[in-house]
């Protein structure tokens, strides 16, 4: 790095003493730091920019089928955390209701347009299972949790069973159900997500949920006091393995928000963690996602991310990791 200006630029130089030095890219790369995304797509369509990350959202869905932009695959998952141990989402039926209910294609295709995939299962495609690269990843494996609504029948038929559970959790119809409060972080697609989520829990469940926007930090201590019914998250893998994604809800852990604990769970991922032949190991992590979520339904998941990104097509030699790395050693501008 050769310059820093806070809130503007980074200018980074090739490293002299890399091994690679004379094959490495140009004399410098400047990375200039924005989260204005019509500004950023403007100097992206005058020539400023040779790549950036960020796009108006009303924007996407054009550039995705014009092919201006590419949706990568990258290790995530949108997904509502659940208070599981405060009424009322401490029953599995009424998580599993509010889960069944969420209409996950619209909301890809109508909110947030960027490539993403409805999620029916935690962890996300690409991630490996027991054959590594080179097989079928965890999700394709461990199939479907209930049917994605691929189309208008399947959604329906999600939420006729939604309405089922809700009934025979004591609330036909939404019936003598509370009012719970979603939160979720300041943010414009986390808000058009929240707005969609609270007009289809009222339309086929009945119930009033009313939402709650805070800042990250804010809703981040929220959630670790438990003083909430649920939330927007999401998930990133830290590495290419499913436990990245399935760890984090032993009881206890620092990161279970949702203050869920099974037993049975603990000691799948436990058994997970003693275990060093993998396809034991995999039917452990497999047997854990069975109980966390076709079982308990501790979280809902909503779509699994993309990483999408505008490249001049003259800069070439840049390489991408679906842990959503970019690589600019080799990048050249032809």
């Known amino acids: 790095m050769s310059e820093w200006t806070q809130n503007d630029k980074i200018v980074a130089v090739p490293n002299e003493y890399h091994y690679d030095a004379k094959n490495l890219g140009p004399d410098s790369i400047t990375f200039k730091f924005s989260d204005d995304e019509n500004a950023i797509y403007n100097g992206f369509k005058g020539g400023d920019y040779s790549f950036i990350e960020s796009v108006p959202t009303d924007e996407a869905a054009t550039l ?17 955390s659940f ?54 990843d965890f999700r394709t494996e461990g199939g479907n949790y209930w049917p994605a609504p691929a189309t208008d029948e399947a ?43 609270q007009s289809m829990w009222s339309e086929e469940l009945g119930v009033s949920v009313t939402l709650s926007n805070q ?37 206890g852990g620092g990161n279970n928000i949702a203050q869920y604990s099974n037993a049975d769970f603990d000691a799948a991922i436990e058994a997970a963690k003693s275990t060093d032949v993998p396809a034991e190991r995999m039917k452990a992590l497999h047997k854990a996602e069975d109980i966390l ?11 699994f991310y993309t990483y999408c990104f505008c490249i001049d097509p003259n800069l070439q030699g840049v390489y991408y990791n679906p842990l959503g790395y970019f690589f600019f050693g080799y990048a050249r501008m032809n």
């Not at 949706?71 to 949108?78: D, E, R």
């Not at 003083?227 to 590495?239: E, I, K, P, Q």
């Not at 979520?293 to 779509?303: E, N, T, V």
């Open 64 to 80: 995705l089928a014009n092919g201006t932009m590419t949706a990568a695959n990258n290790l995530g998952t949108y997904f509502i």
């Open 83 to 136: 208070q599981t141990q405060k009424y009322p989402f401490d029953d599995a039926r009424v998580r599993q209701a509010f889960t069944l209910a969420i209409d996950s294609r619209y909301i890809t295709e109508h909110v947030t347009q960027a490539g993403e995939r409805p999620a029916t299962g935690f962890v996300p495609y690409g991630v490996y299972d027991a054959g590594g690269a080179g097989s079928d």
């Open 155 to 197: 959604y329906k038929a999600n939420c006729d069973k939604a309405r089922t559970l809700l009934a025979e959790a004591g609330y036909p119809n939404g019936k003598g159900f509370p009012a719970v409060e979603y939160l979720y972080n300041t943010d414009d697609r986390n808000k058009m997500i929240a707005e969609a989520l």
């Open 215 to 251: 800042d990250w930090a804010v809703v981040l201590q929220t959630c670790y006091e438990g003083n909430y019914n649920m939330t927007g998250s999401v998930w990133f893998a830290d590495y290419n393995d499913p436990s990245s994604f399935l760890d984090l809800w032993q009881t």
């Open 293 to 303: 979520i076709g079982q308990d339904y501790a979280l809902a998941p909503i779509f």
